[in-house]
Structure formats: C-alpha cells, structure tokens
C-alpha cells in the first residue's frame, strides 16, 4: 500500500502563502486522480482540490482563485499553492486519491491562519 507523508503546514497571517507537500512512497499520479482535502475542528473532510491524470484540475469554490494544485511525477510529489489565505483555511491539510479517498491516509499537515 503507498504510503503518503504531508508536509508544509505552519502558522501564517491572514493574506499570506504557503506551499504544501504530499510525497507518496510509490510512483501513483500516472494512475490515480489526486486531491487535497483539509478538516476542520467540528467539521467534515472535503475535498478542496484535485488534478487528474491528464493534469486537469478542480477546485473547490471556497478556494477557487487562491489555491493551485500541482504535481511531480519523476519526484512522486504533489503540491498544493495556497495565495491570500484567511481564518477560514484553517485545517488539518491531507492528501490522497482525488475521486474517494482510496488510499490510506497519512497524518496531514496543520494549516493555522492568525493573526
């Protein structure tokens, strides 16, 4: 089973940027559509962004404008751009197959937006 480590997070002010990483133990971004999902404290894991094997992206409409999801194939590594963040992008940030969720997942990475 691949194994997916998250890294990046960190506590930022509102308006600022971070960049986020998924590195996956095993070559996966040619077979599966990949996404970043974020959860909240109280609240639900959603899905935020995703790119699929062609490299065509989607975005979740609270993030659509701000954040840009990438990948590197030849380094089995995926990147979430996340520009003018705000309070309410504050979550634990995980990555894994962008459709449901099929793979395991790995321990995120906190996102905290303060000032």
């Known amino acids: 089973q691949v194994q997916l480590v998250e890294s990046g997070g960190g506590l930022v002010q509102p308006g600022e940027s971070l960049r986020l990483s998924c590195a996956a133990s095993?070559?996966?971004?040619?077979?599966?559509?990949m996404g970043w999902y974020r959860q909240a404290p109280g609240k639900q894991r959603e899905l935020v962004a995703a790119?699929?094997?062609?490299?065509?992206?989607n975005y979740a409409d609270s993030v659509k404008g701000r954040f840009a999801i990438a990948r590197d194939d030849a380094k089995n590594t995926l990147y979430l751009q996340m520009n003018s963040l705000k309070p309410e992008d504050t979550a634990v940030y995980y990555c894994?197959?962008?459709?449901?969720?099929?793979?395991?997942w790995g321990q995120g990475t906190q996102v905290t937006v303060s000032s």
């Open positions: 894994n197959e962008g459709t449901k969720a099929l793979l395991n």
């Open positions: 095993r070559s996966i971004f040619r077979v599966y559509t």
């Open positions: 790119i699929t094997r062609t490299g065509i992206t």
